[in-house]
């Protein structure tokens, strides 16, 4: 008799990971599909490489100005970029496996292939199923005018194995991947300019944290052409569309990742499709292409699956960050989009209030914390550990959790956490 599997993941990335981590701890037979390393763009191109490379790269640079911390460094200092690549490739291994590893352990049943679905009679390359997830990802956008060519004009792919520092580097488009890549290179000691054709850097997150990194980004010497295009790339100069010429050894083009959705498919805002049984997570279903929107979401298809309750978190619950020194991390409503601001209470405190962060020496940055009729309606944070404190501030949204009663809770000091209070009490 021909088996027919409970579930078959088309796609391991954080997605199709959790849905057959749940399907299986949950007794279904699952079978997945992955043409590449378990784990996705997150883990192999994405946010667990740049920050390693945010890390390494930040070692570099607090070696180099350690005397302000009263360490004395003799000798010499160098960035090796063959060994933060090693270091890098390193971690994707271990991660990978590990996840490859627990899966097998729990029963599931891996393919390395290429994944080619007949959502009609629900196959997978001959396999049958009862229900199918399509968790294919994305890859980066590629520009007409810009190709990649592996060489001098690169993907958010491609710079992650460079073989030598450049001189001088043009990143076109400042979302998370330009920004953080930026970061990284400046603390290396590379000249770096930024491009985007926005108004502003970092244009979909709140203004006080446009503003904030840009200053940070002046201060750290990282060119910023804003409300500008790029118009062409030749032997080493990057040209705008005012005639601006940029030197360029290597052009990053980082302005999003393109959804791989197969032919024929059409996807509901449930994460449903045109086809029965057929459900899409992931980047290929969200304006949100973040690892935890992804598990989210899986393990809200599977509680559809399994016959539970099921509740989809809205795009506007789900934070974002973005890495480096300092983080910044978002949630909910951006100041700018407030159509009457005389309806909303906005609380902002400079991290500098907070001891914690006189002990880090990382004093810039701010807590920003918008309120309407005793709720939090949106949190907008520079500092260290925004990505921590975000979370925290998600906990109270989704929980209804009033402002009002901040004053109950007993934050550790010294922390960044008090400033989510000291913000209400005295921002």
């Not at 057959?20 to 390393?37: D, Q």
Request: net charge neutral; with cysteine; hydrophobic share 40%.
């Amino acid at each position: 008799m021909e088996e027919i599997f409970d579930l078959i993941v088309a796609g391991l990335g954080p997605a199709g990971i959790k849905a057959a981590n749940i399907a299986a701890k949950n007794g279904l037979t699952v079978l997945a599909f992955e043409k590449e390393n378990v784990g996705g763009c997150c883990l192999n191109k994405g946010c667990v490489p740049t920050k390693s490379f945010l890390h390494t790269s930040g070692a570099y640079f607090e070696a180099l100005n350690s005397a302000k911390n009263g360490v004395n460094i003799n000798g010499t200092i160098e960035a090796d970029i063959l060994k933060m690549v090693e270091i890098k490739n390193s971690i994707i291994s271990k991660l990978s496996k590990g996840a490859e590893n627990e899966l097998i352990k729990k029963g599931v049943k891996i393919i390395k292939e290429e994944a080619k679905v007949d959502f009609e009679n629900l196959e997978v390359n001959g396999y049958k199923a009862k229900n199918i997830i399509i968790a294919t990802g994305s890859i980066p956008f590629e520009l007409c005018d810009f190709k990649f060519n592996k060489k001098d004009i690169l993907s958010s792919d491609d710079i992650l194995n460079l073989e030598k520092l450049p001189k001088n580097i043009a990143i076109i488009g400042t979302g998370a991947i330009g920004v953080e890549w930026a970061r990284i290179f400046s603390n290396l000691g590379v000249n770096v300019s930024v491009i985007e054709k926005a108004p502003s850097i970092l244009p979909l997150m709140d203004i006080d944290i446009q503003k904030r990194i840009t200053r940070i980004f002046k201060q750290k010497k990282i060119k910023i052409y804003t409300g500008k295009t790029a118009a062409f790339y030749k032997e080493g100069k990057l040209i705008l569309d005012d005639n601006s010429e940029i030197d360029a050894d290597i052009l990053l083009v980082a302005v999003g990742r393109k959804r791989i959705i197969p032919n024929g498919l059409k996807i509901n805002s449930d994460l449903t499709t045109n086809y029965k049984n057929v459900y899409a997570t992931g980047d290929i279903s969200s304006t949100k292409q973040l690892a935890h929107t992804a598990t989210m979401q899986a393990d809200f298809v599977m509680n559809k699956i399994l016959g539970k309750e099921a509740k989809l978190i809205e795009n506007e619950l789900i934070p974002s960050v973005i890495y480096g020194t300092p983080e910044a991390a978002s949630i909910g409503i951006n100041e700018q989009d407030i159509e009457n601001l005389n309806e909303y209470k906005i609380y902002n405190l400079p991290v500098s209030f907070l001891a914690k962060s006189w002990c880090d020496n990382q004093i810039d940055g701010f807590i920003k914390i918008i309120t309407k009729d005793d709720l939090i309606k949106g949190a907008h944070i520079v500092s260290n550990e925004a990505s921590s404190l975000i979370s925290q501030i998600q906990i109270m949204m989704i929980t209804n959790y009033k402002v009002s009663n901040i004053k109950d809770i007993v934050f550790a000091h010294p922390t960044y956490s008090e400033g989510i209070m000291e913000a209400i009490l005295n921002g």
